[in-house]
């Protein structure tokens, strides 16, 4: 299983792989190179093009402020990927599921006073993992 961690944050990117791995999931991280919604679609696009073999994308819904999240949701059902969103906020959980996610993680339910909660994000991953199809990747 291969996934693709699209987010901002360094912890957020950092707690995903950890969790990922301690399940067997290879994963590999894509940070934006800019702030632009519209470049950072093309720059995925194009970055797709030479690295196919994703399973699933975990997908930051606020890379920025101006973020365009649901143009980049539109183009992860053009190439047919199925995505997990990872946000702050409950209603776009809701809205992001409504467009095709297989399921959301509130980042806001996964802080507690010492970091992260890492068990629940283990638990949240490998729920939507067991979604998927299995694969010879």
């Given at each position: 299983m291969k996934v693709l961690?699209?987010?901002?944050?360094?912890?957020?990117?950092q707690?995903?792989?950890?969790?990922?791995?301690?399940?067997?999931a290879e994963s590999v991280s894509f940070r934006p190179k800019i702030?632009?919604?519209?470049?950072?679609?093309?720059?995925?696009?194009?970055?797709?093009?030479?690295?196919?073999?994703?399973d699933l994308v975990l997908l930051d819904y606020n890379l920025w402020?101006?973020?365009?999240?649901?143009?980049?949701?539109?183009?992860?059902?053009?190439i047919e990927i199925p995505f997990?969103?990872?946000?702050?906020c409950?209603?776009?959980n809701e809205s992001l599921e409504e467009l095709g996610a297989i399921g959301?993680?509130?980042?806001?339910?996964?802080?507690?006073?010492?970091g992260i909660d890492e068990e629940q994000l283990l638990c949240k991953l490998k729920e939507y993992l067991s979604l998927l199809p299995i694969t010879s990747n």
């Open positions: 961690i699209i987010d901002d944050s360094p912890w957020a990117v707690a995903a792989q950890e969790a990922l791995a301690k399940i067997g702030d632009d919604s519209g470049t950072f679609v093309a720059q995925f696009t194009e970055y797709l093009k030479r690295n196919n073999s994703f402020d101006d973020f365009d999240g649901l143009r980049f949701v539109e183009t992860l059902k053009n997990v969103a990872f946000c702050h409950r209603e776009h959301s993680i509130d980042k806001n339910d996964l802080c507690t006073s010492d």
